[in-house]
Every structure is written in structure tokens, then in C-alpha cells.
């Protein structure tokens, strides 16, 4: 690992690495010289942000074990042992309230956000373990796994699950010199919650709830990101760091 301002060399594989948070990460990274594999479900737009950024495309199902499995090979035979992980690929599936939230929805959100961190973190501690990697991993965790929003319960508990798993894996990992950290952010402006175009009193709702008043972007997220990814946050592991605009302070 190297320290913020230069991954020079380091092989980050960004989950969710087409757009939003995933995609403003990977293009951070290779800007600061790492190799990446921009990892997406969507591989048509893997591969156009990975051929803008110069990094390597790979499609990627993250509730499908097999697609994880062959995914991680694929970057570690093109580019190198991995590094990073940087871990965004996630849904929020719909919503409603629990007695009437369809069971589909809840085993949806459930595979691609809980499943599939589990698989990532998984398959990525092996591949380093494997090549004696010191790597970090950085998991997308929500703010809504420590403050509830009525009609998110399904979500938001995929995440309160993530947070279980990644103190687990920094417990398990640390002795091999893997340190598992998450950014838990509040909401933020992607194609997939596409705020940007919301009616104002959709967005009235959350910027309320914010006392810094605005809905965060993904630049807003990834200095933090590219800090626990790198040496700089040597001793850090274990950590769920809200990027929130303040918003648990209203509970």
C-alpha cells in the first residue's frame, strides 16, 4: 500500500467501478497511478469507463460465486495481485414498509448487498493471502444501518449485516496484514438514486435530515475512500466511518 496521493503500481479492483461512487473511485485511482479493474454487472459500461481510465474491464455478478471467483482471476492474471478492494456494488431494490415489502425484494437486495459483500471480501482475502498481499478493502456501508428510514428496513438492515462482516474480517484478517474498513455514507446523487432529478419535496425530505443541507456526491466520498485504502490508515481496520453531512447527528 502506498500512501494518499499515489497508488503507483498497486492493483485496485472497484466493485460497482462503471459510474457513481465505484466509477468516480476508479478514475481517482488511476489518476494517482493504480492498475484497476473497473468490476460491474453492466460490463458494456465496465468497459467504457475502464477504456477511459485506462483499466482493465470485468464483468462481474457479486451475489454469483462462481462469476466473484472468476472475476478475481481475471484481474489477477491480467494485472497482478490485488491490492485495494474497493467494494460499491450495491441496490436498494424498491421500498415500502416490512408487512408489506414483497419477499422478492428483501432476497434481491439481500443477495447483491449482504451475499455479496461476504463473497467479495471472501475471494479477495483469499487472492491476497494466497500472493502474501498486505491489502486493504474499503466496503460502501450506508448511514442507514445505525439510523432507520421508514420504507428502507430491507436495505438498510444488507447493511447493518455488511458492518457485521467487515468487523469480522478486519478481526480474521489482521494477522495476515489485510485491514477491512467501510465509508458509510448518507444519501448520495448516482444514476441509481438520480436525486438530481427528484421533485423537491423528495429531496426536501433528506436534505432536512442533513445539517450541512445538501445530498452528498460521489467526490464527496472519495478522498476518505482513497485515505483507508491507502498507508496512511496503517493502524486503522475495523472501522464503519460515516461520511454523512452529519446526518446521525439527528439520530
Known amino acids: ?25 476508479a478514475t481517482a485511482l488511476a489518476e494517482r497511478g493504480a492498475k484497476v479493474a473497473v468490476a460491474d454487472l453492466n460490463e458494456e459500461a465496465a468497459k467504457a469507463h475502464a477504456d477511459k481510465i485506462g483499466g482493465l474491464a470485468v464483468g462481474l455478478d457479486v451475489g454469483d460465486a462462481d462469476s466473484v471467483a472468476a472475476a478475481v482471476k481475471t484481474a489477477t492474471d491480467a494485472l497482478g495481485p490485488i491490492g485495494v478492494l474497493v467494494h460499491t456494488a450495491g441496490i436498494v431494490g424498491g421500498g415500502g414498509p416490512l408487512n408489506g415489502l414483497p419477499v422478492e425484494v428483501f432476497d434481491t437486495v439481500s443477495r447483491v448487498n449482504f451475499r455479496g459483500t461476504f463473497l467479495i471480501t471472501q475471494a479477495v482475502a483469499n487472492a491476497m493471502i494466497a500472493a502474501g498481499t498486505k491489502g486493504a478493502m474499503v466496503h460502501i456501508s450506508s448511514a442507514g444501518a445505525f439510523s432507520p428510514t ?102
Open 150 to 251: 421508514p420504507g428502507l428496513g430491507h436495505y438498510e438492515a444488507t447493511k447493518a449485516g455488511m458492518n457485521a462482516l467487515i468487523r469480522s474480517a478486519a478481526l480474521e484478517l489482521a494477522e495476515h496484514g489485510i485491514r477491512v474498513n467501510a465509508v458509510a455514507p448518507g444519501p448520495v446523487d448516482t444514476p441509481m438514486t438520480n436525486f438530481s432529478a427528484a421533485p423537491p419535496e423528495a429531496l426536501a425530505f433528506w436534505t432536512e435530515r442533513i445539517p450541512l443541507g445538501r445530498i452528498a456526491t460521489p467526490a464527496d466520498l472519495v478522498p476518505q475512500i482513497l485515505l483507508l485504502a491507502s498507508a496512511d490508515a496503517r493502524h486503522i481496520t475495523g472501522t464503519i466511518l460515516p461520511v454523512d453531512g452529519g446526518q446521525l447527528l439527528k439520530g
Open 1 to 25: 500500500m502506498t500512501a494518499v496521493g499515489s497508488f503507483d503500481g498497486v492493483v485496485a479492483f472497484v466493485t460497482g467501478g462503471a459510474g457513481g461512487i465505484g466509477g468516480a473511485v
